[in-house]
Every structure is written in structure tokens, then in C-alpha cells.
T-cell receptor, first 112, second 111 residues
Framework: GAGVSQSPRYKVAKRGQDVALRCDPI?????LFWYQQALGQGPEFLTY????????KSGLPSDRFFAERPEGSVSTLKIQRTQQEDSAVYLC??????????FGQGTRLTVV | QKEVEQNSGPLSVPEGAIASLNCTYS??????FFWYRQYSGKSPELIMS????GDKEDGRFTAQLNKASQYVSLLIRDSQPSDSATYLC???????????FGAGTRLFVKA
């Protein structure tokens, strides 16, 4: 496809369960971002990759959150021991440059 | 003080009118500014980017930037019901990769 693809679209996890969210960026896009969006709020920055290098992870809320992009293409955001406050939409965006990022449809995570 | 502030709205305008959306930011050294549109249940979609003071026009949309006042605005001319959405202002921080979003302004265009 031509756009950023995220899977799954919806995920329900029991509290304490580990989850993995996948992002397929637009082919050739060097930059990849992860954002967390709570209901009624704007996206909150989590982390940034340039190719396979994670250059900024200052937005990850705790050490339960981990992201990787081992081959500079597909990225995975992993959340360990999920908590109810982790419930949100997780958005992935990619771009040729840092600016003008294009978003995927997001993964809605609900922790019960 | 939030890093990027927007009036949450809702802003309601009649069809055909000009909608004016405003945003202020706190990092005086910010260099890149963006407006995204987000329909309910959908992901943000980039409308405009602006990097220098003044106006930038693209079709019915005009972005305005005033770095001295730390103020960004978006004007939508000839508003249509299909413009009804949440508009997110975003600012990229100085020397970094993090883009900070405001909470968004909900716009309703009444037919």
C-alpha cells in the first residue's frame, strides 16, 4: 500500500499483559515516529527513529515501553505489563524528512 | 503553561464563512509549524506547514505565522460542512525531532 500501515487496528489487553504494536512506514521513509493519543487530546510524542537508530525516546512514559526498528523499516512498539492508563490510540507516522509526517490509522489499545 | 495551546472550541461557523483557528506556542526558538486535520475516529492529516513569518496560502487554506508573538493561525475560506473536524496545531522543537501537538480545536460548519 501507499500509506503507513499499522496493526492491529484494535487490541484489548488484560491488565498485566504484554502487547506489541506494528508499524509499516511508507517505503523509503527515513523518519518514523510513535505517538500516543488519549481521547480528546492531541498526539503526544513517544519516540523517533532515523532509519534503525532511535534518536529520541524522551516521550516514552516508563520503562515498560520499548520501541525498535531493527532494519530501518518496520517498527514495533512494545508495552510490558499493561496498565489501564496505557489505554489510548497509538499512532505511527513516517516521513522522508523530519517535517511533514504522514500518519497511519492507529492502533486503539484498551486495557481491561 | 502548555507548550502548544489552542482553544478547544467548538467553533461553529455557517457554510461559506471564514473559519479562524488560533494557536500559541511557548518555545521561542521553534522553527517548524504545522496544521493537521483530524476527523472523528481517524488519524491526523497534514494540511499546511509554515516555516517563516507571514502568510502561506494553499487553496482555501491560509496559514499565518508571527514568531515575535509566538502565534500561528489557520484561516479556512468558504467553509464547507466537510471541513468539520478537529484541527491540530503542531510545533517542532528547536534542534530536535519531537513535534509537539496542541489539544486541537473542534470546528463545526453548519449547512
Amino acid at each position: 500500500g501507499a500509506g503507513v500501515s499499522q496493526s492491529p487496528r484494535y487490541k484489548v489487553a488484560k491488565r498485566g499483559q504484554d502487547v506489541a504494536l506494528r508499524c509499516d512506514p511508507i517505503s523509503g521513509h527515513v523518519s518514523l515516529f510513535w505517538y500516543q493519543q488519549a481521547l480528546g487530546q492531541g498526539p503526544e510524542f513517544l519516540t523517533y527513529f532515523q532509519n534503525e537508530a532511535q534518536l529520541d525516546k524522551s516521550g516514552l512514559p516508563s520503562d515498560r515501553f520499548f520501541a525498535e526498528r531493527p532494519e530501518g523499516s518496520v517498527s514495533t512498539l512494545k508495552i510490558q505489563r499493561t496498565q489501564q492508563e496505557d489505554s489510548a490510540v497509538y499512532l505511527c507516522a513516517s516521513s522522508l524528512r523530519v517535517d511533514e509526517a504522514f500518519f497511519g490509522q492507529g492502533t486503539r489499545l484498551t486495557v481491561v | 503553561q502548555k507548550e502548544v495551546e489552542q482553544n478547544s472550541g467548538p467553533l461553529s461557523v455557517p457554510e461559506g464563512a471564514i473559519a479562524s483557528l488560533n494557536c500559541t506556542y511557548s518555545d521561542r526558538g521553534s522553527q517548524s509549524f504545522f496544521w493537521y486535520r483530524q476527523y472523528s475516529g481517524k488519524s491526523p492529516e497534514l494540511i499546511m506547514s509554515i516555516y517563516s513569518n507571514g502568510d502561506k496560502e494553499d487553496g482555501r487554506f491560509t496559514a499565518q505565522l508571527n514568531k515575535a508573538s509566538q502565534y500561528v493561525s489557520l484561516l479556512i475560506r468558504d467553509s464547507q460542512p466537510s471541513d468539520s473536524a478537529t484541527y491540530l496545531c503542531a510545533v517542532r522543537n528547536t534542534g530536535g525531532f519531537k513535534t509537539i501537538f496542541g489539544a486541537g480545536t473542534r470546528l463545526f460548519v453548519k449547512a
